[in-house]
C-alpha cells in the first residue's frame, strides 16, 4: 500500500501564486544545487556549481568536474501553472564531442 504525500495547502498555493514565480524558481535552483552537491560528496566527487550572474547564455548552471563541463537550464512548473511545455534552442541537444 502506497501512500499519497501530504500536501501543505499554505505552500501550495504560495508556489502557484503568479507573483511568486521568481521565488518558485529560486527554491528550485536551491533544492537542485543541494541534491548535485549532496551526492556527489556522498560518491567523494569533485563537482564545481556555477551560476552565471547574467543570463546571456541561455543557461542557468554550469557543472565542471575539472575534465566535462555542462550547461543546463532549469525550469520550473507547477501542476496547475499554464505552461507545460518551453521553446528552447537545439543547441542544448547538440553532441559536444565525437568518439
Wanted: charged fraction near 25%; glycine fraction near 6%; aromatic fraction near 12%.
Amino acid at each position: 500500500m502506497t501512500r499519497k504525500p501530504k500536501v501543505n495547502t499554505e505552500l501550495q498555493k504560495f508556489l502557484n501564486a503568479s507573483v511568486n514565480t521568481k521565488t518558485r524558481e529560486r527554491i528550485f535552483f536551491n533544492k537542485f544545487y543541494f541534491d548535485v552537491k549532496l551526492a556527489a560528496g556522498r560518491r567523494g566527487y569533485p563537482l564545481t556549481m556555477f551560476e552565471p550572474e547574467v543570463d546571456r547564455g541561455g543557461f542557468d548552471v554550469v557543472l565542471d568536474d575539472a575534465d566535462t563541463t555542462r550547461h543546463l537550464q532549469l525550469k520550473s512548473a507547477t501542476r496547475s501553472s499554464g505552461t507545460n511545455q518551453w521553446v528552447t534552442t537545439p543547441r542544448f541537444l547538440r553532441q559536444l564531442y565525437s568518439t
